[in-house]
């Protein structure tokens, strides 16, 4: 999904007073993000995954509705959890990489609205 293009069709959907359906823009955007969330809790170890997810929930938070991110919630937290305890050790030791995979796990619990960890 291309959040530039995206965003440039809300911005002429406000200008020309277009009102969205967003109970259905809603569902689409929800159903791929627990896809994203699916492949995620597949492959918790792909840095091109988490970062893909992260945009994708980054873009559902930028839209003029909400996104109910509760299945994508319960799909990735374990997943979530396991990777980020992982990594953690490592990050605190100076670890680099660890400490770049730090940074996306947080954004990605961020942007799940998944605290603590």
Do not use: C
Not at 44 to 65: C, G, H, T, W, Y
Not at 108 to 113: A, K
């Amino acid at each position: 999904m291309d959040g530039d293009n995206i965003q440039n069709y809300l911005k002429e959907a406000a200008t020309s007073q277009v009102t969205l359906d967003a109970t259905t823009l809603e569902f689409a955007m929800r159903k791929r993000l627990e896809a994203q969330a699916a492949l995620f809790a597949e492959h918790p170890d792909n840095i091109e995954i988490v970062q893909r997810f992260r945009k994708q929930l980054d873009m559902a938070k930028s839209l003029p509705f909400p996104v109910t991110l509760w299945e994508a919630q319960n799909i990735s937290y374990a997943p979530l959890m396991k990777a980020t305890e992982e990594r953690r050790l490592a990050a605190e030791n100076r670890d680099a990489d660890a400490a770049d995979w730090m940074k996306e796990l947080t954004a990605l619990r961020e942007g799940l609205r998944i605290l603590g960890a």
